[in-house]
T-cell receptor, first 112, second 112 residues
Framework: DAKTTQPPSMDCAEGRAANLPCNHS???????VYWYRQIHSQGPQYIIH???NNETNEMASLIITEDRKSSTLILPHATLRDTAVYYC?????????????FGKGTKLSVKP | SQTIHQWPATLVQPVGSPLSLECTVE??????LYWYRQAAGRGLQLLFY??????ISSEVPQNLSASRPQDRQFILSSKKLLLSDSGFYLC???????????FGEGSRLTVL
């Protein structure tokens, strides 16, 4: 599985967009980019995933660069409840039969 | 719909005592199952994963073990707990053909 790197922490003002970057320069052609978040003392929660096209759902948008070496998770209007650790992982769809390893993620603090 | 449950939610155990954490998944068959641990202030550490009954892969050598006696049941055990075993333990599953992980509520273990 491709290794990902993320900034350890970020701040965002409430109501503004939060843009969380992720580098995955060694990603292979069959690997998807997945984003999860973990609110304190809870299990991680799936947010969104994509292969090469930009994706949007009710929680967030995912922008993947054309070379697929990096991506950005966008929370369009961050709220205090979005304060969490955000994890980006790259792994193959249909082949995730083994170890799904999370990095240290980005701790997002949304401030009033 | 699929659900995942793990118990107990909290546990305080003395050093040297045994441990058994249980996880069950409902509403699906032949899931991939995972045990993660999160020490205080740390990231998610993959401990064990299983792609089928009786098939266990260990990621980190330690005094913990895992078993999968039934298709949708995953158990984390220890014969003698160490202080370093304290942490937040999370069970998770995937349908086996995708990277979307579904996490349980977590079990917080304190070893004294």
């Amino acid at each position: 599985d491709a290794k990902t790197t993320q900034p350890p922490s970020m701040d965002c003002a409430e109501g503004r967009a939060a843009n969380l970057p992720c580098n995955h320069s060694t990603i292979s052609g069959n690997e998807y980019v997945y984003w999860y978040r973990q609110i304190h003392s809870q299990g991680p929660q799936y947010i969104i995933h994509g292969l090469k096209n930009n994706e949007t759902n009710e929680m967030a948008s995912l922008i993947i660069t054309e070379d697929r070496k990096s991506s950005t998770l966008i929370l369009p209007h961050a709220t205090l409840r979005d304060t969490a650790v955000y994890y980006c992982i790259a792994l193959p769809y249909g082949g995730s039969q083994g170890n799904l390893i999370f990095g240290k993620g980005t701790k997002l603090s949304v401030k009033p | 719909s699929q659900t995942i449950h793990q118990w107990p939610a909290t546990l305080v155990q003395p050093v040297g005592s045994p441990l058994s954490l249980e996880c069950t998944v409902e509403g699906t068959s032949n899931p991939n199952l995972y045990w993660y641990r999160q020490a205080a202030g740390r990231g998610l550490q993959l401990l064990f994963y299983s792609v089928g009954i009786g098939q266990i892969s260990s990621e980190v050598p330690q005094n913990l073990s895992a078993s999968r006696p039934q298709d949708r049941q995953f158990i984390l055990s220890s014969k003698k707990l160490l202080l370093s075993d304290s942490g937040f333990y999370l069970c998770a599953w995937t349908p086996g053909a995708g990277g979307e992980l579904f996490f349980g509520e977590g079990s917080r273990l304190t070893v004294l």
